[in-house]
């Protein structure tokens, strides 16, 4: 019995990202078309200059070439690291940086490609989530239990319940009509701090005067999505809630799914 709960606890995360194949299908589609766009646009930033640039010079012309396709080889290096990471599930030389370009500056553009071919924005929401993920997972970063904080949204407690627990997530009674008391104990396991966030003011806050080397953050497509972009560069490792009764209302979560992940960045110190 304990060579299968230790099994369980083993099965690395990545096991998980079985369901989120077609999320990341979604990213990879978005950011070929994205790069795409980023060609073309570059052609035709080219060609209009050209008409006027090879006036002023002959060489004029070939310099704006080259600049342009220099740009173009980045953005498609970049994407194809991308691809590969996604596909060999390992970091691939400069994973911090790349997860950097894809926070900041490619999923504004998933997200107006998204548009444009009628996709819904919460499913790029969790395209982009997958993707980080997987690049958060390759990273294999191993941290002190101190230093990995449970990041969790309000809604997860129930309704019902007037205890506050927003400053201090210990102050739950262990009711069980949330999953609330079996996060708590999740802290108390592995002996890690675990705080419950109303929005993303206080969860800054949180992220400010906790100082985590990583974040497991349990929300919605949105708050994580600002969340993973707020936090940067704090790796900041996904995990969407369940919304049985609809949105920021006595949602639940795979209390398993949590605890691979606590396991999966302790390594083996607590396993």
């Known amino acids: 019995m304990e060579n299968k709960k230790k099994c369980r606890s083993e099965g690395d995360i990545k096991d998980a990202d079985k369901s989120n194949r077609s999320e990341k299908r979604t990213f990879i589609l978005l950011l070929l ?4 766009v980023l060609i073309i646009t570059a052609v035709f930033l080219w060609v209009i200059p050209y008409i006027g640039f090879s ?3 002959p060489w004029l012309p070939l310099v704006m ?3 342009f396709a220099a740009v173009v080889l980045y953005l498609l290096g970049g994407a194809l690291t991308l691809v590969f990471t996604v596909l060999r599930g390992r970091n691939l030389f400069f994973n911090r940086r790349i997860r950097g370009v894809v926070i900041r500056f490619l999923y504004p553009l998933l997200v107006i490609i998204g548009r444009c071919i009628g996709m819904g924005e919460d499913r790029v929401r969790r395209s982009f989530i997958a993707m980080n993920n997987q690049l958060v997972l390759a990273e294999s970063k191993k941290v002190r239990p101190e230093k ?3 990041l969790l949204p309000h809604c997860l407690q129930n309704h019902d319940c007037v205890v506050r ?5 210990e102050n739950c009674k262990r009711c069980g009509k949330c ?4 996060l708590v104990g999740l802290s108390e396991k592995y002996h890690m701090p675990i705080s419950v966030a109303t929005g993303g003011t206080l969860a800054r806050r949180i992220v400010v005067e906790k100082r985590p080397d990583i974040i497991i953050a ?3 497509e949105r708050d994580l999505t600002s969340g993973i972009q707020d936090s940067f560069p704090i790796p900041v ?3 969407l809630n369940m919304r049985p009764f609809g949105p920021c209302y006595d949602t639940d979560i795979d209390l398993d799914l949590v605890e691979k992940g606590i396991a999966t960045f302790l390594g083996n110190e607590n396993g």
């Open 33 to 36: 078309l994205t790069c795409g």
């Open 65 to 67: 070439a080259i600049i």
């Open 55 to 57: 006036n002023i010079h």
């Open 179 to 182: 999953k609330i008391k079996g």
């Open 218 to 220: 349990v929300a919605c």
């Open 165 to 169: 627990i927003t400053g201090n997530v």
């Open 237 to 239: 490792f996904g995990i």
């Open 148 to 150: 990995l904080l449970i």
